[in-house]
């Protein structure tokens, strides 16, 4: 009996360390301890080396003092993780693994691109070194003699108005030449501000030496700076096509680098394909919506009756609450996704302003719902494009992407499960939301033809900005060309699609931002149909299991839920797309 009481007591040990050993994984990987301390040491690095007692320098420029040093760490941090032992670890440390050793390649390469374009201008800032020398001991407070501090910068600025007269007649830069010349010129020049204003009215003797000759450098590096700006060669940099959208294509060779680091195993011209496929069957069921509402073929005319089905001025966020409303009831009702009461309760609606409406033409989510609607100061025509672009059959498609179960209900995950990932990819943020609403049109929450016309739209756009995208950064196509193919093809007002490309192109946006809502949705849902569709997951624990694993490039998730054996060598081979 004491024997097989013993047992007893045993497996339930066994089986109550399983149970958290399981719980643990929610939080938690083999991994999770090397990111949090490089994360950490990254910012005490970007601290300790940058021009402002801030996080960063105010241009976000590295001397070449904080680039041999990040460099440095990233190096440590490559070795430590070789160290480790991938084969013993769950899945999830491997993925881990995989994610964190990529990103540190990643910020090794960019690195090394910097020191490679800063060595090409580092003629051009000779006195880079002798900044760096005097502000170096003011990170320890170390005194200061004024008399030769006033020395040392009247001689610099007698230097820099040489190299601005010599500047007038030497060659042109290119473009990333001449950014990063007089990014790392207004980089000193913020060190040299910190420098002064440290030792300034607190050293008598600096105080009494140093403001006059500090005045003249401060000044004359700031003329040099814009004038290095503005010396940029017109070969091969792209010139304003009468849209007024000057933005920075990238080349077939970059985009494929990233598409690499996304972990997306397609050429451009292979998903500029899929974007087609996906157009044609939004253009089949865009006519069999136009031909129920009694317009036959013409699906422009359907959808300019739509677009006319706007609410009266003051009543959008009424409208919006509604259709917040309909959408999370569905989810309930379907028992889609966990939501968290909280979650519920706390986000909010703010309003756009006419600039913000430039850039961002409908609204905006996340926590707080940003309402792109007309004010009174709008001129009359942009009031119409607005209202009819925002009607309430065109935000039926995207309430629920940018509030619950989408951006608002995604962030609220991301802030209480493996916060420490921070691996971040729009591909896993806009393909998530968007996922969601292929979801609600398979489970039928449009109404009727009118409801479909409007999400069709979207589902549209979405395939539009892969082909525009792509084509822009492949120099295919030109901004102008992707305002009227918006407006062609998709039927955008046409300041809106003037919005669109603006936004996604000099909106600050990573170059394949734009595809990620489509590709990233179809891998969700390509992953849907292994997990859900063959009874291995429900939609509830899919959506759930989604959420606590945080951001991270889709084919790393697929590999969690589906618990595969993961080399250290992985390479992206999912082909996700099968139509």
Known sequence: MKRFLTICLLLACCTAFSQNSADLYLQTSE????????N???????????????WRSETGFNTPERRERLMKLIGSYLSELEQMRFE????????DYILFKNQLEDQRYQLKKEEKTYSEIAGLLPFSDRILQMYTPRRRGISVKGEEVAREMNSMSGE?????????????????????ASGSAKTLQALLQNYFNFYNGY?????WWVPKSYNVLDSVLGIYTTALSKKITTNGVQKDDGSGIIGNPIGREELIRQLKLEFIPYTPEELVDIANKEFAWCDAELLKAAKEMGFGTNWKAAQEKVK?????????????????NQSVDFLKKHDLVTIPPIAEETWRMTMMSPRQQLVSPFFLGGETLMISYPTDEMAHDDKLMSMRGNNPHFSR??????????????????????TYRDFGTPFWHEGNALYWEFILWDLNFPRGPEDRVGMLFWRMHRCARIIFSLNYHLNKWTP?????FLVDRVGHERANAEGEVRRSFTGGYGPLYQIAYMIGGLQFYALKKELVDTKKMSYKQYHDAILRENSMPLEMLRAILMNQDLKKDFKTNWRFYNK
């Open 397 to 418: 498609a995207t309430v629920h992407h940018e509030l619950i179960a989408g951006h608002h209900l995604q962030g609220f995950m991301n802030n209480r499960y493996k």
């Open 160 to 180: 820099i108005k040489a190299l601005i007269k010599k500047l007038e007649n030497s060659p042109a830069l290119e473009k990333d030449q001449a950014l990063t």
């Open 88 to 95: 013993t670890m769950n899945v999830n440390g491997k993925v």
């Open 480 to 484: 102008r060309q992707c305002i009227d």
């Open 203 to 207: 050293d008598p003797l600096f105080s």
């Open 31 to 38: 991994v999770h301890d090397i990111m949090v301390r490089y």
């Open 40 to 54: 950490a040491d990254k910012g005490s690095i970007l601290r300790f080396y940058g021009s402002s007692d801030g």
């Open 308 to 324: 006319n089905s706007y609410v009266p001025v003051g009543k959008q966020p009424e409208a919006m609450l509604e259709l917040y």
